[in-house]
């Protein structure tokens, strides 16, 4: 079965220093997300992305955050400069519209 | 502010009994609704989605939804030891973002 891969699984880093979560969507899917789960919350928007460029953002994807298709296949996100606030799960999701999303199986961010 | 609200639980049933877990959420123009399934540290796994009014059924799963009342429910029959995780309520409007409930998390005895 098709499956969204995530890499690295999980990732520490020092506030202030950028990160760069990458993830290789399904292949013939057309819509890419990403979302974040802080340890014990709801899983929340960050943003979508379709026909290369962002499609819808939420207040949590501020400056400091930045998504990209630098292929046909890879689909990153890029923090900035990391917070404390920043550790969280990031998932990656793909679908093809209005249905639900295939999840990656995450990449755990520690800002310490 | 859009939102989904689902019982935090932890919801306990029996092996073999059915599991009722329930959600509504607060924005009228919402379109699509999903259940997943979230083990613990591990990603969200989609189980249902349900776009019309009235039950969907996919094998032990049947979804329930209430437009009128806002209201989508999960029935999980003949409950396994298996399906102990946390069930996310999922709601999406005309738009891109899908809105998630906490979850519910279930435990099923053996």
């Known amino acids: 079965e098709p499956e969204v891969t995530q890499t690295p699984s999980h990732q520490v880093t020092q506030m202030g220093q950028e990160v760069i979560l990458r993830c290789v969507p399904i292949s013939n899917h057309l819509y890419f997300y990403w979302y974040r789960q802080i340890l014990g919350q709801k899983v929340e928007f960050l943003v979508s992305?379709?026909?290369?460029?962002?499609?819808?953002k939420s207040e949590i994807f501020d400056d400091q955050f930045s998504v990209e298709r630098p292929d046909g296949s890879n689909f990153t996100l890029k923090i900035r400069s990391t917070k404390l606030e920043d550790s969280a799960m990031y998932f990656c999701a793909s679908n093809q519209g209005q249905v639900g999303y295939t999840f990656g199986s995450g990449t755990r961010l520690t800002v310490v | 502010q859009k939102e989904v609200e689902q019982n935090s639980g932890p919801l306990s049933v029996p092996e073999g009994a059915i599991a009722s877990l329930n959600c509504t959420y607060s924005d009228r123009g919402s379109q699509s609704f999903f259940w997943y399934r979230q083990y613990s540290g591990k990603s969200p796994e989609l189980i249902m989605f349900?776009?019309?009014?009235g039950d969907k059924e996919d094998g032990r799963f049947t979804a329930q939804l209430n437009k009128a009342s806002q209201y989508v429910s999960l029935l999980i029959r003949d409950s396994q030891p298996s399906d102990s995780a946390t069930y996310l309520c999922?709601?999406?409007?005309?738009?891109?973002?899908?809105?998630f409930g906490a979850g519910t998390r279930l435990f099923v005895k053996a």
């Open positions: 999922a709601v999406n409007g005309e738009g891109f973002k899908t809105i």
């Open positions: 349900i776009y019309s009014n």
């Open positions: 992305f379709y026909n290369n460029e962002i499609s819808e």
